[in-house]
């Protein structure tokens, strides 16, 4: 598959129609667009940076419908029939990958591998029996294995064989390619910054031109829309993954524990790595909060206590959570038919965001589907989970609050590399220092709903930790929900 060079595609100069417009060309996003081409619909996908460029980029690449044992977890809150439609969703998405891979001969690392599901801890089987029974009710045909061939001790190990992992990148840009082909007009560097419903509906963009649609698709990871309140129902999360080379034999599956800490494990090709790798990532946690330097070192002695390996490579990983485990997928308002959203894969959106697409992408043609009820955004389940709704939305006030409150650090104290957000009340700014030692100066104020940014020291950026907005340290915008740069703060009155 011939990926075209950035440089020579041309360039969002006009305002523009379609019939489906996407906003967001990560996997699910891409993925959706192909498919409506596909299916005869004139397409327009927006990207606010590089096709894959975002989370699609940064995860750990497995296609899996085994997922740790979250068919326990929803089997007890959604119920049997959604654990099985979650599980359809997965394999639909995974075989899609592969047959696209293999029609369209993108070059995308693809490789059959058994997921496994495991416990160090002898407490941590009874989860597996759960697990078992769960998933076996969901229709997966999962196993119980003697043994493992990871190098340490565990009680347990459940394994469901002909998952896949993936170059997640390479196979979006491959579909990417592919939409070009069949007539979709795509366009990178541009960001949408706000959406009106209507017949048509109408996305105004950073570059001052309109795009005009019967329908749109916000598949922006967190939606930009505050329609459907998505980022109040939603938990980001970042988690941190390492690579680095072992001597020993590489594990064959692709393993995920269940027990606390939770640990994910991954043999790399060298088509991935350039040698064979092991991959490990953990230690997630809400945006904002927590030090990411001493989380990225946890899993920097996880690899090295366990494997053997020094760390060749390391990046993170950034999720949004949904309260039940089931994506979001479908109107952005109940009775809403203008305008659909993909959201909340809680950490699993490769697979599961291809095969969103397929349910998606035949609603927009009239084809409706059992299954996507169950991914409805205004489904019955996902308000009985009150509890960690409400627990999402103190935390959130009580940074809102807060982060007004503290006093804060000198912009004299930071040395080169180092950020804090500095001042009081409204003129807080936040302050971060190149490795020249010059300044940036930006405001401290998340341009979503207005909470404190915080320093992101591991990746030098700004986070909220309301709703997981993030930020470069010259203001420009990351990730969503927010869709203005924070702007650049006035420098200190030195008197
Ligand atoms: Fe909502 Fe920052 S992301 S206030």
């Known amino acids: 598959m011939d990926v075209p060079a950035e440089a020579t595609r041309p360039p969002l100069d006009s305002d523009q129609s379609c019939d489906v417009l996407v906003i967001g060309g990560g996997i699910a996003g891409v993925s959706t667009a192909h498919e409506l081409a596909l299916r005869g619909l004139s397409v327009i ?13 940064n995860s750990s690449a497995k296609l899996s419908a085994l997922q740790g044992a979250v068919y326990r977890k929803l089997k007890r809150t959604v119920g049997a029939e959604a654990a099985a439609r979650y599980a359809e969703l997965n394999l639909s998405g995974l075989e899609r990958i592969a047959t696209l891979a293999e029609t369209l001969g993108t070059d995308c690392a693809f490789l059959r591998r058994p997921a496994i599901s495991y416990s160090r801890e002898p407490e941590g089987l009874r989860t597996l029996e759960e697990e078992f029974d769960a998933a076996r009710d969901a229709g997966l045909p999962i196993e119980f294995e003697p043994e493992s061939d990871l190098p340490f001790p565990i009680a347990g190990v459940l394994r469901l064989d002909d998952q896949a992992q993936v170059d997640p990148v390479a196979w979006t840009r491959g579909i990417a390619a592919a939409l070009r082909d069949l007539g979709g007009r795509v ?87 350039g040698e064979s790798a092991l991959l490990v990532s953990g230690e997630g946690h809400r945006v904002g909060t927590g030090d990411p330097v001493e989380r990225y070192l946890t899993m920097v002695e996880f690899l090295r206590d366990e494997f053997g390996a020094e760390v060749s490579y390391h990046w993170c990983a950034h999720d949004e959570m949904s309260p039940d485990h089931l994506p979001f997928v479908g109107p952005i308002l109940p009775r809403n038919d203008r305008i659909m959203v993909m959201t909340g894969f809680s950490k699993w959106g490769l697979a599961a965001g291809v095969g969103a697409s397929l349910l ?59 950020g804090a957000v500095v001042g009081e009340g409204l003129t807080q700014a936040a302050v971060s220092r190149d490795d020249e030692g010059g300044y940036h100066r930006v405001s401290a104020r998340c341009t979503h709903l207005g909470c404190i940014v915080s320093w992101n020291q591991a990746d030098r950026t700004w986070d909220c930790p309301c709703h997981g907005s993030r930020f470069e340290t010259d203001g420009s915008v990351l990730q969503g929900p927010a869709t203005d740069p924070l702007p650049t703060a006035d420098q200190p009155d030195p008197g």
Do not use: N, W
């Open 45 to 57: 996908l927006l990207e606010a940076r590089t096709i894959a460029s975002g989370v699609t980029g």
């Open 187 to 273: 366009f990178e560097h541009v960001r949408v910054t706000g959406v009106k419903q209507g017949s048509p509906c109408s996305a105004e963009t950073d570059k001052g031109h309109e795009i005009q649609a019967g329908r749109i698709v916000v598949a922006t990871h967190t939606p930009i829309l505050d329609r459907g309140l998505f980022f109040a129902r939603m938990d980001s999360q970042r988690s941190y993954a390492v690579a680095g080379r072992i001597e020993s034999p590489l594990p064959t599956g692709m393993y995920l524990s269940v027990d606390e800490p939770l640990r994910s494990i991954r043999p790399m090709t060298p088509g991935e790595s």
């Open 360 to 418: 998606l992408a035949d609603r927009l043609v009239g084809v409706d589907s059992e299954a996507l009820s169950t991914f409805d955004p205004a489904r019955a389940s996902q308000f009985r989970q009150v509890k960690e709704l409400t627990s999402h939305s103190v935390e959130t006030g009580f940074h809102f609050a807060g982060d007004r409150l503290r006093k804060r650090a000198a912009e004299e104290d930071l040395k080169p590399g180092e």
